[in-house]
């Protein structure tokens, strides 16, 4: 959790004032953090790429590049991956269909439950049903 603040905490300053990015972050290759750790910690912020690139300490380029060794998927379908699976589990966890969109890192409920019914073929609000009748 404390993780989570922390990163808040940068984000929130990013976005204040873009020029924070050059003071916050070494973007030379030696100073580059672990990818997979980042996007573990970071992927429920609902960021554009771009962002995800630069607080990383990458170009957006060299950010998809690096993402290959980590995921096959492409950042976008990895996000969303990732996303689908943390919000299934907080919705096993009796979580709201809002909730769990919101707290996973997706904008649009629609898109949210759309995504999700695609994805694992049932709707998030039938799993949230089940895991409230299981409780």
Known sequence: MELLRQIEAILALVAMDPSFASVL???ADRW???LGEFMESSYMF???LEEFAQLSGRSLST???DFKEFSPLSPEKWLVQRRLEAAYKMLEGGATVSEA???SGFRNLSHFST???KHYGVSPIKVSRMAKAGS
């Open 101 to 103: 969109c919101m707290r």
């Open 63 to 65: 950010f998809k590049r």
């Open 115 to 117: 995504t999700f019914k």
């Open 46 to 48: 609902a960021l554009p």
């Open 25 to 27: 972050f070494d973007f």
């Open 32 to 34: 580059k953090g672990d």
